[in-house]
C-alpha cells in the first residue's frame, strides 16, 4: 500500500514535469497509464484541466472549444476503467 | 446479511456515480473558471522548470553535433557562409528599398508610426502543445493584451496573443491547422484567404489563371509590409479551374527563441 502511493505520487510530480517540458502527446500517455495502473487515478482530470490552462488557444478545428485536453483525459479515464473491468488481472 | 452488505455497497456506488458526474457537469459549465484558477496556482509551479529550459538550451551546445562527420560538418559551415554572404547582400538592398519606402510614405503624408514592440522569449514551443500554441514570457505586466500580433525578426507574422496571464501570455498560430488569414500575394497584391496547414504551412485556393510565381511573397491584406511567407509549390490540374498554391514561412517555427509582440490593438 505504501509503495502504491509513492509510486503514484511519484507519478503524478512526473506527469506535472512532462507537461511543462515533453510534447503533449507524452503526457497523455503517461496519463492513460496511470489510469491503468491505479484505481480512482482523478488526478488525471487535473493534469487535463492543467493542459488546457496551460496552452488552449480557441481554434477552429476544435470548434473553439478549450476543453480538449479535459474531454480526451474524460474519455481515456472511461474507456481504460472499462476495459480494466474486463482484463482477468484485475 | 450478504443481501445487506451487497445493497450498501450498491447505493455506495450508485452516490459515487452520482457526486462524479455532478462534478463533471460543474466543472464542464464553468471551465474557464476552473481553468484560471487552477492554471494559475500550477503556473507559480512549473515557471521555474521552463526558466530553467531556457537557460539549458541557451547555454548548452547540441550534443549529438560531437557524432556528426567532419567531412559533413566543413560542407555544411561552407554552405552556411555563401548563404550568409547572400543575406547580407540582400539586407542591403532591403535597407535601402526601406528608405526609399518611407521617403515615399513622406511626400505622401503616410508617415509610420512609432512600432511599440517587446522583445519576449517562447517557454513553450508550438509543438509541445496539442492546440499548437506556444507561451511567451510576457503578460499583463508588460501591457500584453488579447489580439496583439506576434512577429519574428520584427516583420515576419506569426500568431496573435490568444489568452494573457499576469508574466506569460498564449500565442495561437495563424498557420494552425484550418485557420484562416487575409493575404495579398506577389507584386499584383492578389487578394485570398489563406488556410493553415500547421508547422508554418498555409494553402490558398486561387482561380487557375490568378498571376502567381514561385518565389512570390505574401503579405497581410491591407496594405502593410508584413510579411507571412512566400509561394514554395503551386499545384494545377488541367480539369480544374481552380490552382491549389502552397506557401510557408521563410522561418521555423520549431526553432525560435525569441518573438516579438506589437503592443497596438
Not at chain 1, 497523455?28 to 482523478?42: A, M, P, R
Not at chain 2, 514561385?214 to 503551386?234: K, L, Q, R, Y
Amino acid at each position: 500500500m505504501g509503495t502504491d502511493i509513492k509510486t503514484r505520487i511519484i507519478l503524478d510530480i512526473f506527469i506535472l514535469f512532462s507537461i511543462a517540458v515533453f510534447p503533449w502527446w507524452f503526457s497523455l500517455i503517461l496519463i492513460i497509464v496511470g489510469i491503468f495502473k491505479f484505481n480512482d487515478f482523478y488526478e488525471a482530470f487535473v493534469f487535463g484541466i492543467i493542459m488546457d490552462s496551460f496552452f488552449g488557444v480557441q481554434r477552429k478545428f476544435f470548434m473553439n472549444f478549450e476543453c480538449i485536453s479535459f474531454l480526451f483525459v474524460l474519455i481515456s479515464f472511461f474507456f481504460v476503467t472499462q476495459i480494466k473491468k474486463r482484463l482477468r488481472i484485475y | 446479511m450478504m443481501n445487506y452488505h451487497s445493497r450498501d455497497n450498491k447505493k455506495r456506488n450508485n452516490n459515487k456515480r452520482v457526486f462524479f458526474i455532478i462534478l463533471l457537469l460543474v466543472i464542464i459549465f464553468f471551465y474557464s473558471e476552473v481553468t484560471s484558477v487552477v492554471g494559475g496556482f500550477f503556473r507559480i509551479l512549473v515557471s521555474p522548470i521552463w526558466i530553467s529550459e531556457k537557460y539549458i538550451d541557451e547555454n548548452t551546445i547540441n550534443p549529438l553535433g560531437y557524432f556528426a562527420s567532419k567531412k559533413n560538418l566543413l560542407v555544411a559551415n561552407e554552405m552556411m557562409k555563401d548563404d550568409l554572404e547572400t543575406t547580407k547582400a540582400l539586407v542591403s538592398d532591403r535597407k535601402i528599398l526601406v528608405k526609399e519606402n518611407y521617403e515615399l510614405k513622406d511626400i505622401l503624408g503616410r508617415v509610420d508610426e512609432n512600432q511599440d514592440m517587446i522583445l519576449t522569449a517562447i517557454l513553450s514551443k508550438p509543438n509541445f502543445s496539442l492546440y499548437d500554441s506556444f507561451i511567451v514570457d510576457a503578460g499583463e505586466n508588460d501591457g500584453i493584451k488579447k489580439g496583439f500580433r506576434v512577429f519574428a525578426f520584427g516583420n515576419i507574422l506569426i500568431g496573435e496573443v490568444d489568452s494573457v496571464n499576469k508574466k506569460t501570455s498564449v500565442v495561437k498560430l495563424y498557420s494552425s491547422f484550418d485557420e484562416q488569414l487575409q493575404v495579398e500575394i506577389g507584386l499584383y497584391n492578389v487578394n485570398a484567404v489563406a488556410t493553415g496547414r500547421g508547422g508554418g504551412n498555409f494553402e490558398v485556393r486561387l482561380p487557375r489563371d490568378a498571376d502567381i510565381e514561385i518565389g512570390d511573397f505574401v503579405s497581410v491584406a491591407g496594405g502593410s509590409p508584413v510579411v507571412v511567407g512566400f509561394v514554395e509549390e503551386i499545384i494545377s490540374t488541367p480539369i480544374d479551374s481552380f490552382k491549389t498554391v502552397l506557401f510557408r514561412s521563410s522561418i521555423n517555427l520549431f526553432e525560435l527563441k525569441w518573438v516579438q509582440i506589437l503592443r497596438q490593438e
